[in-house]
């Protein structure tokens, strides 16, 4: 069965730095993408930046030029830099798999993502 497990995660300063990691088993790898996605107390889950089947990446407005997307397909873990990290940057961050054949308008979606990793805390004081 499909399982995604992320770490990384923990408590920093404003304007410091995290990486999170995703490693996925039990999927073909080239049927879906893979995308990080962030619910903060009281607030809808929400996309942050995905990877699609061509290795192109899209990034929610709020953490282009902070935020880093990145998979090492040998090792089927997907990786998320952050830096410059801000308060508003505090949530509960998951991985998600979704088809792959979604496109770039529906990539940040969680609606069309099936699967979920436990998720990963971040706080950022």
């Known amino acids: 069965h499909v399982q995604l497990v992320e770490s990384g995660g923990g408590s920093v300063q404003a304007g410091g730095s995290l990486r999170l990691s995703c490693v996925g088993s039990?999927?073909?790898?080239?049927?879906?993408?893979m995308g990080w996605f962030r619910q903060a107390p009281g607030k809808e889950r929400e996309g942050v930046a995905t990877?699609?089947?061509?290795?192109?990446?899209t990034y929610a407005d709020s953490v282009k030029g902070r935020f880093t997307i990145s998979k090492d397909n040998a090792k089927n873990t997907l990786y998320l830099q952050m830096n410059s990290l801000k308060p508003e940057d505090t949530a509960i961050y998951y991985c998600?798999?979704?088809?792959?054949?979604?496109?770039?308008?529906?990539?940040?979606?969680?609606?069309?993502?099936?699967?979920w990793g436990q998720g990963t805390q971040v706080t950022v004081s």
């Open positions: 998600g798999l979704g088809p792959g054949d979604l496109t770039v308008a529906r990539s940040l979606r969680p609606l069309y993502f099936s699967h």
């Open positions: 039990g999927y073909i790898d080239s049927d879906y993408l």
């Open positions: 990877i699609l089947r061509d290795d192109s990446t």
